[in-house]
Nanobody, 115 residues
Framework: QVQLVESGGGLVQAGGSLRLSCAAS????????MDWYRQAPGKQRELVAT???????NYADSVKGRFSISRDNAKNTVFLQMNSLKPEDTAVYYCKTQSAGLNVWGHGTQVTVSS
């Protein structure tokens, strides 16, 4: 059974930083692409960052230069380092991967940025 468990969310002031983690189990992590999404209240879920098995990364324009996605294959974990946080970054952040052609989501972790 594939499981993704996010952690690291919280309340931070604008300009601050947070590091999210997503621990994966039940997949061959080293060959899996991993994504971070977020969903703000009343808005659609949006892709924030991706990292493939070769550690090639892509970012949404809104977070480029502020967020960094990375992975530790030895720990089956993907990270999202978030710097220079803004109130508009407030959302529930979700980790996602694919297994057997199906999307697998974590439960999410809340990030709240106060102005």
């Amino acid at each position: 059974q594939v499981q993704l468990v996010e952690s690291g969310g919280g309340l931070v002031q604008a300009g601050g930083s947070l590091r999210l983690s997503c621990a994966a189990s039940g997949i061959i992590f080293s060959i899996s692409s991993m994504d971070w999404y977020r969903q703000a209240p009343g808005k659609q879920r949006e892709l924030v960052a991706t990292i493939n098995r070769l550690s090639v990364t892509n970012y949404a324009d809104s977070v480029k230069g502020r967020f960094s996605i990375s992975r530790d294959n030895a720990k089956n974990t993907v990270f999202l380092q978030m710097n220079s946080l803004k109130p508009e970054d407030t959302a529930v952040y979700y980790c996602k991967t694919q297994s057997a052609g199906l999307n697998v989501w974590g439960h999410g972790t809340q990030v709240t940025v106060s102005s």
